[in-house]
């Protein structure tokens, strides 16, 4: 447990191995609440909404998991990649290379793509792990600009052969194939969506245990880490390859999703928004990853039924980015639970005068 | 601290609410001079050849609006940073206006729902599939996006829609379920690099932006150069350009002093490219210039300047609009500026596809009796044969074919000292390139009718 | 391999695009230096500037050189609103946290200009300088006085700034503010004052290189906003600090871009030429210690 006490400053209080923490009675409905919310967007959405929606609500379900990878690094670790967009197209192309070259069960090639993609992001990571902060999300810039120029010359895979599995002259590009289980737009929605929370438990996982603390003490001061024992480039890698290994599976989903990948689909600035759409919803809860997937993904489908240009909506995330730095660090799923309760405390503390005014 | 951190919030809200006031009040002031010298789309003055023709010959009862249950139709647009297309189904919906203003059809209006997406192959899809299910649809017109052919071609052809659109993507051409009234890239190219060819130049040199469908694009030069017999040269640049000196160092040293450039690009990169060349002083360096249909814009030939007169020979899919003083041409200008107040772009190519578009499906829609479904509607538009747009070089037919090129035949068109003028009257594009020559074998006469 | 020859051309545009790297680039050491805040707005605000100057001399039918004006006006009225609302409530924050918040700036300026300046109905828009029409011949291409000057305006720019920031009061005290802002406020220097002009003389940098970029690259909004994105790699090699190794950095980037174009096999690969330059040489520099800006570097 010494790594434990190493990281005292902000968390979980170290408690003797085998005792098991019993939950407490706001737990307990939080677990409920979290499981009949997933039940319902499992099973009853599909059947309020429109097909329109339900695509961008897979869409949603894909690019919550990028969110949550970038929540991991910028608000567990303290990392900041500008480049988490070049990763998923990655994960993408690795997924879309094997569908078409091979026959295996797509759960399978979600599990490779992920694991190519992992090792992309170690690799990267590596050397990059000796820049800090600002440094640090520029090189991440630099890097996916890098990339997303490679993928501009070899492009996506659409079929063709050989390494990168491009046919530049086809007449009639061949769609990207889906599970045989979950070819129709709802089931290939609950087919994401179970993916996705697959995703949040693997990083809920990490948070609760040993990689959580350590990425605590890091991010809360990574000399006095350091000065505790802890192996601060192992854990640093660590985030890294968690993070690259969800993108590249959200990067799998996503390419059975839309059937056909361009590389105009991922240009660097998009790599910006995210940032900005991960910073509003929050860094610091796995909600948040949630509410930044609707910004970034079903607010433009609403705006677009609307016919409202997708320009508002630049103009808002970046008004949101500069309201979430100056006044609420933790972004809005902390900011709105809060208020509510702030709310809540307001009305209660209103009903207790007018109670006490009525008694005698 | 806490009322720093409201005023803080305040200006936030109040930067936000005055730049959507500004966005508003000036959207009607942002749209730009229009193609021809002497008409600004805004303006009220009276257009420049004939005297103001009357657009109640779009319709069947002048005067009468139409009252009926509407018909609704579906356009799919891409409007993003960069790159819009939403002039066309602008211009299709003003022409619908205009119907609907005098008779409709039979009594009907036409409802045209447009959506527009940002080049995001799960918000195209799903598109579609908000025009047929939610919005209900009967026919697809207007349609114009980079990538919209190739993600949706199953899906209207799983429910038998036959949509007319301005094709970008392959499948655009290359299936039985699109028909375009305009070339595409492909196509368009081919008439450019044909009319350098046909000035006997020694090489070509065909330069294109990097979006999706390079490889289809280039093999159209590609078989045309081979069947004169002159190299050709490939290639493609990232888009935007930020580095136009390279690009046009690159493109003159390739192709030589008895060589042609050919661009297809987007007009604010090929203007990039251009002003570049002149700049480095080199447009004299190559025989002549060439472009595909884009470039066609009195917005290009105004920066370019007269420096590049019978230097740049672009290639026009649309009959020009200049000088051209035909029923449909003038219906097509008085349309656009009593309905078009939406269109951006003013008198030009894409207005023009608009245009033309709508006039096809309302000719088409005309022809029906009994309900509007899907099969009845579907089944007008395929059954389109030698109709007559007045904006075209030959008759247009949708037909029954694996593939369709309707719009088979260009002008070419010049920069002279700030517009752009006619240099080649129709010529068809040459069979060499093997999609022609299927099409043509395919529709018979239909496809060669002038 | 291209006979030497071929290369030639590429030479002078390699030098035309190295000036115009240098410009941003050196425009972005010169904002960080003096202020702290790594300014990524430094293109949007630009590229507002020039379009605001295009339709005031297009449409409104401004003489030119009131338009220019209006450019810089412009840039420097935007940037000095964002740094006195923002400057303050982040200046305690890591360097990491200012930068992202320019971010902010920066898509908000985007969104704006891409509705007020549609690229519907095929606008292609291009602001051009009286510097254009002239120039002199070298080897086989022209090169216009509007290039010379960019390139000397980042030579002008990295040694008059060196000096200044070095030499003067007030530059002195912009670089202690940028450090740390609270005890430079205990020494008695008027903070906000300095603040200010800091702000305002990065927004006159960025107006004028708007001005500049516009005509050398293209006027439009995109393009132009994010061509910080390529700037930044001369800005990453001499970490944020030296402003003359900014310029000799940029320089090479722009030669070794334009170089490989003719060379095939390299030539579709070589827009990476400065996201690759900047990781090497970051990653060069890092080999032996940890890199991270502190207090005590900025």
């Not at chain 1, 409920?32 to 961008?56: C, E, I, K, R």
Request: aromatic share 8%; glycine share 10%; with cysteine.
């Amino acid at each position: 447990m010494s790594e434990g006490h190493g990281g005292a400053a902000t968390l979980e209080r170290a408690r003797p191995a085998g005792v098991r923490r019993r939950l407490t009675r706001p737990q307990l409905v939080k677990w409920g609440v979290t499981t009949v919310l997933l039940l319902f967007v499992l099973l009853g959405l599909p059947q309020l909404m429109s097909l329109y929606y339900v695509d961008t609500m897979t869409q949603v379900a894909v690019y919550s998991m990028v969110a949550v990878g970038l929540g991991v690094l910028v608000g567990r670790v303290g990392l900041v990649s500008l480049g988490q967009v070049a990763v998923l197209a990655i994960g993408a192309w690795s997924a879309a290379r094997l569908l078409f070259a091979t026959t295996q069960p797509y759960p399978l090639i979600l599990l490779e793509a992920g694991l190519i993609t992992m090792v992309a992001g170690v690799a990267i990571g590596l050397p990059a792990l000796r820049l800090r902060g600002l440094y640090l999300a520029l090189i991440t810039l630099m890097l996916a600009g890098g990339i997303t120029v490679v993928l501009a010359t070899v492009n996506f895979p659409n079929g063709g052969h050989g390494f990168l599995g491009y046919n530049g002259s086809l007449l009639h590009i061949p769609p990207i194939r889906r599970p045989s289980f979950a070819a129709s737009d709802p089931a290939y929605y609950r087919f994401s969506v179970i993916i996705a929370i697959l995703m949040f438990a693997l990083v809920f996982a990490h948070i609760k245990t040993k990689p959580g603390r350590a990425w605590a003490a890091i991010r809360q001061s990574e000399p006095a880490a350091l000065a505790a024992g802890i192996n601060t480039t192992l854990y640093k890698l660590w985030a890294f390859a968690l993070a690259s290994f969800i993108t590249g599976v959200a990067g799998g989903v996503l390419a059975g999703a839309i059937h056909y990948l361009y590389s105009i689909g991922f240009p660097t600035q998009d790599s910006i928004t995210l940032l900005a759409v991960v910073l509003m919803g929050g860094v610091y809860s796995l909600w948040g990853a949630v509410v930044a997937a609707l910004l970034y993904q079903f607010l433009p489908a609403l705006l677009n039924n609307w016919g409202v240009s997708a320009d508002w909506l630049i103009i808002l995330f970046g008004i949101g980015v500069l309201q979430v730095l100056t006044t609420a660090p933790a972004g809005l799923a902390d900011q709105v639970p809060r208020d509510l309760a702030r709310l809540g405390r307001r009305l209660r503390r209103a009903a207790a005068r007018g109670s006490r005014a009525e008694a005698p | 601290m806490r009322r720093h951190i409201s005023m803080r919030r305040m200006i936030l809200l109040a930067a936000a609410l005055a730049l959507g006031a500004a966005g508003c009040s000036s959207s009607s002031s942002s749209s730009s001079t229009t193609g021809t010298a002497s008409t600004p789309a805004s303006s009220s003055t009276g257009v420049a050849s004939a005297g103001t023709v009357s657009t109640s010959s779009c319709g069947t009862k002048p005067g009468v609006a139409a009252t009926g249950t509407p018909i609704p139709l579906g356009a799919i647009a891409t409007n993003q940073p960069g790159t819009s297309f939403t002039d066309i189904p602008n211009m299709a919906k003003a022409y619908f206006d205009c119907v609907n203003a005098n008779g409709g059809i039979n009594g009907h209006p036409i409802k045209l729902y447009i959506a527009t997406e940002q080049t995001n192959p799960a918000q195209i899809a799903a598109d579609a599939r908000q025009l047929v299910q939610t919005d209900k649809v009967v026919g697809i017109v207007g349609n114009t996006s980079i990538i919209e052919c190739s993600i949706d071609s199953g899906y209207w052809q799983k429910l038998g829609f036959y949509i007319i659109d301005s094709g970008i993507a392959p499948e655009c051409y290359s299936t039985p379920n699109s028909a375009a009234v305009n070339m595409g890239p492909r196509y368009s190219s081919d008439g450019a690099v044909q009319y350098a060819l046909a000035q006997h130049v020694s090489k070509v040199v065909f330069d294109q932006a990097n979006v999706p469908g390079t490889g289809y694009i280039a093999a159209g030069p590609a078989a045309l150069a081979k069947a004169a017999n002159t190299p050709i040269v490939q290639l493609t640049e990232n888009v935007p350009i930020t580095d136009a000196n390279s690009v046009a160092i690159k493109e003159v040293n390739d192709a030589g002093p008895n060589g042609a450039v050919i661009l297809n690009f987007t007009p604010p990169q090929a203007l990039v490219i251009l002003q570049a060349a002149q700049k480095l002083g080199l447009e004299g360096r190559v025989k002549l210039w060439g472009c595909s249909t884009p470039c066609n814009t009195d917005f290009l030939a105004q920066s370019l300047g007269s420096k590049w007169n019978s230097k740049l020979f672009v290639n026009a899919e649309l009959t020009p609009p200049d000088g051209t003083n035909t029923p449909s041409m003038n219906l097509y200008k008085a349309i656009l500026k009593q309905y078009g107040t939406s269109v951006q772009g003013g008198i030009g190519s894409f207005s023009q596809m608009g245009f033309t578009e709508a006039e096809i499906a309302v000719h088409a829609l005309q022809s029906i009796t009994g309900p509007y479904t899907v099969q009845s509607v579907n089944a007008a538009f395929k059954a389109v044969k030698d109709f007559n747009t007045g904006m075209l070089c030959q008759l247009w037919t949708y037909g029954d074919y694996p593939l369709h090129i309707p719009n088979n035949a260009d002008y070419t068109v010049t920069a002279n000292n700030g517009k752009m003028t006619t240099a080649q009257g129709c010529t068809p594009i040459s069979a060499a390139d093997p999609q022609i020559a299927q099409y043509r074998s395919a529709a018979g006469t239909a496809a060669n009718a002038p | 391999m291209p006979p030497w020859a071929e290369f030639e051309p590429f030479i002078v545009s390699g030098l035309a695009l190295g000036g115009v790297y240098a410009l941003s680039g050196v425009g972005l050491v010169v904002l960080y230096r003096a202020t702290g805040v790594l300014y990524l707005a430094f293109g949007a605000v630009g590229a507002l500037g020039a379009l605001i100057a295009w339709s005031l001399i297009t449409k409104a039918g401004t003489p030119g050189w009131a338009g220019w004006l209006v450019c810089v006006a412009v840039a420097a009225a935007v940037t000095l609103g964002y740094g006195l609302l923002f400057g303050p409530a982040l200046a305690k924050r890591d360097p990491l946290v200012k930068a992202v918040a320019t971010i902010g700036l920066t898509l908000v300026l985007y969104g704006a200009m891409d509705l007020l300046w549609t690229t519907s109905g095929g606008q292609a828009r291009s602001l051009t300088l009286p510097t254009d029409n002239g120039g002199f011949t070298v080897g086989t291409v022209q090169v216009t006085w509007t290039q010379v000057i960019a390139l000397g305006a980042g030579v002008v720019l990295t040694v008059a700034t060196a000096a200044f920031l070095r030499y003067s009061k007030l530059g002195t005290a912009m670089r202690a503010m940028a450090n740390d802002r609270e005890i430079t406020a205990t020494l008695g220097v008027p903070v906000r004052r300095v603040e200010a002009a800091a702000w305002l003389g990065c927004g006159v940098l960025a107006g004028v290189a708007g001005l500049l970029l516009a005509d050398l690259v293209a006027l439009d909004a995109t393009t132009l906003t994010f061509l910080v994105i390529s700037s930044l790699a001369a800005v990453l090699v001499a970490r944020l600090r030296s402003i003359p190794l900014t310029f000799a950095a940029a320089i090479v980037v722009g030669l070794l871009h334009d170089l490989l174009t003719p060379i095939v096999a390299l030539t579709n690969y070589r827009d990476m030429t400065p996201f690759v330059i900047a990781a090497i040489g970051l990653l060069v520099m890092s080999r032996h210690r940890v890199i991270a800006i502190s207090r005590e570097e900025a």
